[in-house]
């Protein structure tokens, strides 16, 4: 059975790492999600792609220069679907008080070794606060991330993102101790899911918004798809 996340919430149907295309995806009855995360200036963790406001706001300048006070109040509907209502940045802590979802996959973009710490330190205590250790896993495709996660925030667990094999995908998560794989769909050979299903990982891939893409990587027996249109994986899957 291949488990369906929300890519960004629905990113196809509604405006990207917005509350309300994290509301639609639920309401095609999808109950996982991936997001990415960056830190505000004053240290909360914001729902955003882009460690620039350019693409999705009609803002300039970095995430971490501003303060997450003013960064809830920019309108991230730049670029996606077209929306009615404004949908303003979320902070992570609103999307967990908001959405019933049973798994998240929190993507931490590269990062230093000193704010890939604090990241992983930030999500940790939000984790705890509400109840979600064991519904979060911290993924990313930098070592550093991967790295400070396994060291300080060991109970939580850790995924690797890969989008190219120029490095062995499944040796560098062992190496970090990942238990998830999410897989550029490209690099997804019937012979690699094996051998990571194998390894112990779920894998997960992604950005699978085709149908027929869909029915083909359930086809082969991935753990799961992220997708763009939650609702369309729902009905294409959803009899099998």
Known sequence: ??????????????????????????KHGVRRCELDLHLSRDGHLMV??????????????????????DLVTYDARKGGPGWVQPCP????EELFKA????????EVK??????AATTVLAIRELAQEYGMLDKVT??????????AAA??????????????????????????????????????TPERLIKAQRQGLHVSVWTVNEPALMRRLADFGVDSLI??????????????
């Not at 911290?138 to 790295?147: F, Q």
């Open 138 to 147: 911290i993924t990313s495709s930098s070592r550093e991330v991967l790295r």
């Open 227 to 240: 997708t763009d249109f939650p609702g369309l994986a729902t009905a294409t899957l959803g009899n099998r």
């Open 99 to 106: 959405c019933d979802f049973e798994h998240w996959q929190l």
């Open 1 to 26: 059975m291949t488990l369906i996340y929300g890519h960004r919430g629905a990113k196809g149907e509604a405006p990207e790492n917005t509350l309300t295309s994290f509301q639609e995806c639920l």
């Open 151 to 188: 060291e300080l925030t060991p109970d939580i667990s850790r995924g690797l993102v890969a989008e190219y094999a120029w490095l062995d995908p499944l040796k560098v998560a062992q190496n970090h101790g990942c238990n998830l794989l999410a897989l550029n769909w490209t690099l997804c």
């Open 89 to 92: 940045i979320p902070r992570l």
């Open 48 to 69: 955003i792609h882009d460690p620039t406001l350019k693409r999705t706001t009609d803002r300039r300048g970095k995430v971490v220069e501003h303060d997450a006070a």
């Open 110 to 115: 590269s990062a230093s070794r000193t704010r």
